[in-house]
């Protein structure tokens, strides 16, 4: 599959918390670094993750903000 979305960072999943209709996501894209997503747990279910896994984020955003 093909993204227009550049920022992709490969890693493993380490927790999923399931919820009533969403779950959280952890993914380690390096040692001590952790990407959390919120998705449908239609979508934990369809994409097949599971603790272990290997999962890549995509991240797309027009804008992002930071604050020191």
Do not use: H
């Amino acid at each position: 599959m093909k993204l227009s979305a550049r920022n992709q960072l490969v890693g493993k999943v380490v927790e999923i918390k399931e919820g009533a209709v969403n779950a959280t996501v952890k993914i380690e894209i390096a040692k001590d670094l952790v990407i959390v997503s919120t998705i449908s747990l239609d979508a934990v279910k369809e994409l097949g993750l599971t603790v272990g896994s290997e999962a890549t984020a995509v991240i797309k955003a027009t804008s992002v903000m930071v604050m020191a």
